[in-house]
């Protein structure tokens, strides 16, 4: 199983997590999410698309690179 780690910015709060949350969750082939708005970064576990995560975090109002 794979997991990525993207740097994302913009996010201050619990609010913008949930935000991220909730739009990378609904990529087919994300299995885990951990979101944190203290350390910017988003990890995902699962076979999705890389394109696809990034393009969910756009879609919530932010933006990300991927780091690991």
């Given amino acids: 199983m794979s997991t990525n780690?993207?740097?994302?910015t913009g996010m201050t709060c619990g609010h913008c997590e949930?935000?991220?949350r909730e739009e990378v969750g609904?990529?087919?082939?994300v299995e885990e999410i951990q979101v944190s708005a203290e350390t910017?970064?988003?990890v995902v576990t699962g076979p999705a698309e890389e394109s696809k995560v990034l393009a969910a975090v756009d879609e919530a109002g932010y933006s990300a690179v991927r780091v690991g």
Avoid: A, K
């Fill in 5 to 8: 780690t993207y740097q994302v």
């Fill in 18 to 20: 949930m935000s991220v």
């Fill in 26 to 29: 609904e990529v087919p082939g």
């Fill in 40 to 42: 910017g970064t988003l």
